[in-house]
């Protein structure tokens, strides 16, 4: 039968050259073909099952096919797209775009295809008494609004289904490609789109934006003056990963108020900062004549210092509960990842799964630990010893300048001055490409099985990496210079510039290059045709990921939470660059980037652990600091306590204070107590149900 | 139906009067009466279903009754155990002993109840296919040998359903209770078996030894030299709680071969011991002279220490493991307490659970959680002050007594040297008491749902109040006398004496009660009828549980982790100790007490989150002591740094051998590939079988 479907299929793209002479002239109708019922336009490739036939079908996913590539090839890839599945077919509908020798696809997915994988990906939708349940396609009928997909399942949701069933695409004998090389076959269970991309002929896969839903998010989003981002229409348009990061944002933002609050005061009332600044510039230890007023501003220290080890906590387990609850809502509680198809580059013997019986690749997970433990960590451990190394190299370099220059001190001696910085900052950039390559070699070399473990350790490396790229430098002056004034100047003049770096590309350069470079081309585009507003989307840059957001967070976070004590106005300064932050990220998602696609997420993933991480080493770093503070030294030299007793004390209290993070982190819930009873109804539900199958397993 | 055969019952006990005269004479008949068929003998009451008839009736419990208790509220308590479930009993089989006037009542199990009970617990059992899985009543004929209930169920588990079933009992509506006063009258949903409890009618429940199967399992257990113990038999015989304390006794004893032969190395390499014991008698820094040879010593010191620390964390990881095959093993791994009926004594109002949809008592878990921080943490917080308050009144006693004395010197005040001592240990056992039935009443307070999470919650305050008792001395020497001599001293005794102690007590004393007291009841009873041997097992103790058996391991490995670097023998003090304890702790269990009830469970429950905080603490208080060794602070001045240097070294390395054991602990996995798999089964297995089950409930 769906042999019948390739072909009529096919038939429909070889009937197409013909009109293609005059198709500039029907270009306005073009639109109309695309959008047209499936069952009468010509172009789509027909459904299978009278279920599917809707009035309107929705473009969803363009292929950029290489500019070599033969309509035949075309033609069988369109058949591949819209054969069953079980031909070997991913199921979807595919249209050849103006004409069958263009160089794209449009690709959209019929009804059936998207429920199954619905429950494929275990997502949880409305079912009929109101409750979030896992998906089931039998019992589709039960679930709200089954019938109208557009409502079923958000945009992004499906999108993601669409490159889904693409990628998991794999020839089920060895088979020529017609139109290519013969060195170009298909071995059986080959990844037919892996194989495409690596010969060329599939340039790229993305998601097509959907004009009229982005102007109404971008409307709700950040036009007006609103505080509140509307996440689930961004959780609609740009799916889970996407939602969760401004969900995130959002949820920060607003947490840095109290420390701002307590900063602001603190400076208010002790007026230190200022006095600090100036004793910071003039010397460390020469104001011992006010030493009267140094015990309120030493109080005000400690106190900013304990309340932001403790605040760190209480903030990441209430985010913890607020992320399960949108889980909840989204529908992405109980993803069955582990479950599904591995991913398309996972390899390993073919095999029986013994979790689900389906014969599958499988990979020892002994023989991954061993390639973590013995390749992964030691590379790892060699890049960052290359960061410290570097680091070393450039204060060495720096003190072997400055005494050349104060031999010498000539033009060439001062230019020589800037050498050792400018080397640095080449090296460190080099570096840091060299690993983000090294890095997603080794992960690849692991051979995660789920997507998620793939993009978990992958974030995992190149998050302690630029971590300690980014704070190496602060920590050596903290604990090996112990030099806190000019950790403060440091930390101060980081914050600034890199804020203000910050908005500049993220703000003023994106609507410049939006008005000037973008919008020209918009306006020309007002009266193409469909395709050609289709083919206009693969000119923007592709969406480069939430790492470089996510990290500027991380970043943001240890400021403040590993030098909140030295600096007490930094969560007033992020807060500030927070607030627009959330509305310049808005902007370049929704303007200046290709729509990405998102696998639906539960959470933040290893972002989540990074942040608890840092917290804990808050606790270290600012017990340190108010250790090294000039002030606390002098309080306890007036109070008759040695140095060593201090540093006792100091000890005492860090071990007191993580205590109490680790007891707050265990006693708040990590999800609301309504999110706890209906998991385990679920949980009851399908114990229950596993015992009735059997029993009528038995009688059947 | 329940009606007649209770009456049916209620006819065989009125017609067991008659040859009660000539009972003595038929008294060797009598234990073919109590393991007749249930069908033919009088006794036993009736099985009401068909596939429960079995040739003979093992007596699993004995239930004895008050002195006063007439024969109508015997018959009438008979009944009830006897009804079946809908008509509100216990479905269970009774029989009424030698006569219906006696004080006993032996109690079966039809094989239906069992299995039902089976399921209801969540006990995974050999399925056709040989794996473990969930019990399902209804899929009963595809699990291995569910024909034969002595076979498919171990004794503790057939015992512990009894108990299940005997605890559930509740009125279905309010009743008088047949020969008692009015002042009795049930309740509807009053819990039958606590209220005659309360009532006087109740004296004791509980398993009857079975003198065949214990036989064979002493003489595997510890008649022998075996080096390994049955633990299967263990399990079956007195239950997985017992079972799985005896495979961690088991584990952990040979776990520390390895720091036994470290410190028996470093003892030998270095001679240490012996000139430390002799330094610290004679003072601690007047050995001045032999520090050529310091080197060794100290590193041999550091070996031990950062050896212990780190093996502490590898024998806990381990041990998770083993205890996850050993729950695998013993079909504990699934249990579904959270789904059963709460405990007997857990009250709130009536509602629909939202997890199950049955109607039971409903208890907010924001209400516990209030009375946990509000009530339970700042009592618990005033008995531990409580504990440090005699700790400081001890040591400010013995002072002013030790001045007395050296005033006065009469043999007046050599008694009163005594006084703070002896006065200090009466304190420790009067708060240990009043402290346990205060604990006892807060967690009955907090109303937990579930037996295990009040078992836990129990153990957790005692545990806590009890190794403060023991270790707040050591602590207190260790941090706050600094001196490391004098708790050298205190270790070693500590270990001695209180090993020479517990041997006695456990080994020496069991022994003689066992051949003098205990042995001529034994002859004596050799032609008792079985009545009569039922009854004598209610002389005995009750079990007193095997909290104090894991305190006494945790203490163990508090002296060892916490303080081994002190002492580097102490693991091969425990190691010869515990070789011993085993067999003590078995011969106890099998011969001086009642056999106990051992709910069905998963793993140590709350020990083994004691153990891992221990292992954690260590790390503090060995960077601690080796901070303060005297060596190393010599070894410090003569390398040239300062005090404060050497301590921020060690806090560096406190935090880095932290981090280490962190690390390590995640990632050695908690359970072995080949469980993660069969879960990971089991979890997939239901997920397809909810959506089914929703399918087919459309369907029907």
Request: glycine fraction near 6%; charged fraction near 20%.
């Amino acid at each position: 039968m769906s042999k019948a479907v390739g072909d009529e299929g096919g038939a429909g793209d070889r009937s197409e050259p013909a009109p293609q002479p005059d198709d500039k002239s029907t270009g306005a109708k073009a639109p109309g073909k695309l959008s047209a019922a499936a069952a009468l336009g010509p172009s789509w490739t027909k459904v299978s099952c009278p279920c599917c036939v809707s009035e309107r079908v929705e473009p969803l996913v363009l292929v950029k096919l290489g500019e070599k590539v033969g309509p035949e090839t075309k033609r069988w890839l369109i058949r591949v797209i819209g054969a069953s599945q079980k031909d070997g077919g991913a199921a979807l509908l595919a249209h050849p775009g103006e004409d069958a020798i263009g160089d794209i696809i449009v690709v959209s997915a019929p009804r059936c295809t998207l429920l199954r994988a619905t429950e494929e990906l275990g997502l949880c939708k409305t079912y009929r008494n109101g409750d979030m349940e896992a998906f089931s396609y039998h019992d589709r009928d039960n679930f709200k609004d089954s019938d109208n997909m557009e409502v079923f399942l958000t945009l992004a949701e499906r999108q993601y289904v669409v490159k889904y069933e693409l990628d998991g695409l794999r020839a089920r004998r060895d088979l020529r490609i017609p139109g290519l090389p013969d060195g170009c076959t298909l071995h059986n269970r080959d990844n037919i789109w892996q194989k495409l991309g690596s010969a060329g002929v599939i340039v790229d896969t993305f998601p097509l934006h959907n004009p009229g839903k982005l102007k109404s998010l971008r409307e709700a989003w950040y036009s007006g003056n609103q505080l509140a981002q509307p996440l689930d229409s961004v959780n609609e348009y740009f799916g889970s990963s996407v939602a969760f990061y401004f969900s995130f944002l959002d949820f920060y933002t607003w947490s840095l108020l109290p420390p701002a609050l307590l900063g602001l005061s603190i400076t208010y009332f002790s007026g230190e900062v200022q006095r600090e600044m100036v004793e910071s510039v003039s010397g460390p230890r020469v104001t011992g004549a006010d030493g009267d007023d140094s015990g309120p501003a030493v109080s005000g220290h400690m106190l900013q210092a304990v309340f932001s080890m403790l605040w760190s906590t209480v903030v990441m387990e209430l985010w913890k509960r607020r992320s399960s609850s949108l889980s909840y809502r989204w529908g992405t509680l109980h993803l069955a990842d582990r479950f599904a198809e591995p991913r398309p580059d996972f390899h390993g013997d073919l095999g029986v799964n013994p979790v689900t019986g389906r014969v599958e690749p499988l990979f020892p997970g002994w023989q991954r630990d061993l390639r973590m433990a013995l390749v992964s960590l030691p590379v790892v451990g060699m890049f960052l010893g290359l960061v410290v190394l570097g680091m070393l190299c450039f204060y060495w370099g720096e003190a072997q300048v400055k005494e050349l220059h104060k031999d010498w001190d000539s033009l060439l001696s001062q230019t020589l001055i800037y050498m050792p910085s400018v080397l640095h900052i080449l090296y460190t950039n080099v570096l840091a490409t060299v690993y983000k390559t090294v890095a997603n070699r080794l992960t690849e070399y692991e051979n995660h099985r789920e997507e998620s473990a793939f993009q978990n350790h992958l974030t995992a490396k190149v998050l302690v990496f630029t971590f300690f790229n980014c704070f190496a430098v602060l920590f050596h002056i903290a604990f090996f210079k112990q030099d806190v004034p000019l950790l403060r100047k440091r930390l101060a003049s980081l914050l600034i510039v890199t804020q203000l770096v910050n908005q500049v590309t993220e703000v003023v350069i994106p609507f410049l290059v939006d008005r000037f470079i973008s919008a020209p081309h918009r306006k020309e585009r007002e009266d193409d045709p469909e395709e050609d507003k289709f083919r206009n989307q693969s000119t923007l840059p592709a969406f480069p990921g939430l790492f470089a957001e996510y990290i500027e967070l991380l970043v943001q976070f240890g400021y403040l939470s590993l030098f909140s004590c030295v600096f007490p106005l930094t969560a007033v300064l992020l807060l500030l660059n927070n607030l627009t932050e959330i509305r310049s990220d808005a902007y370049k998602i929704c303007r200046l980037f290709r729509k990405p696609f998102t696998p639906p997420v539960a959470n933040m993933g290893v972002w989540q652990l990074a942040f608890e991480v840092l917290s804990f080493v808050s606790v270290v770093s600012n017990c340190w600091l108010l250790l090294l503070s000039p002030r606390l030294q002098e309080l306890g030299q007036e109070g008759g306590m040695s140095g060593t007793n201090m540093l006792l004390l100091a000890v005492l209290v860090e071990h007191l204070l993580i205590l109490v993070k680790v007891v707050m982190a265990i006693l708040i819930p990590d999800e609301p107590d309504w999110i706890r009873k209906k998991r385990e109804h679920i949980e009851y539900s399908s114990m229950q149900a596993l015992r009735q199958q059997k029993l009528q397993a038995e009688e059947s």
